[in-house]
């Protein structure tokens, strides 16, 4: 079956850094689009960042400079370097893949999500 697994999140004081990873199985991963989104309490699930099957990446603005995804096909791994961490980007974190078909989703999987916590 297919599983997405998140780990490295954890409690981290502010311009400190973390690095989360997701381990995918079942799935082929390097067609697969992978992003990293995150849910605060009582706040809209949002797009960190993403980075499509040919390495091209996007992020939320506010993140940007800071975030960095990556992807190692061989690992069937996806990465997110989080410097510079500030409290407002405490939230779980989640692993995301999804396959596209002539531009609509096709397949859409969801890993177990990791707690980031940014506090002093």
């Known amino acids: 079956q297919v599983q997405l697994v998140e780990s490295g999140g954890g409690l981290v004081q502010p311009g400190g850094s973390l690095r989360l990873s997701c381990a995918a199985s079942?799935?082929?991963?390097?067609?697969?689009?992978m992003g990293w989104y995150r849910q605060a309490p009582g706040k809209q699930r949002e797009l960190v960042a993403v980075?499509?099957?040919?390495?091209?990446?996007n992020y939320l603005e506010s993140v940007k400079g800071r975030f960095t995804i990556s992807r190692d096909n061989a690992k069937n791994t996806v990465y997110l370097q989080m410097n510079s961490l500030k409290p407002e980007d405490t939230a779980v974190y989640y692993c995301?893949?999804?396959?596209?078909?002539?531009?609509?989703?096709?397949?859409?999987?969801w890993g177990q999500g990791t707690q980031v916590t940014v506090s002093s």
């Open positions: 079942g799935i082929a991963f390097s067609i697969y689009a």
């Open positions: 995301n893949a999804k396959r596209r078909s002539l531009g609509v989703v096709i397949s859409d999987y």
């Open positions: 980075i499509s099957s040919g390495s091209i990446t």
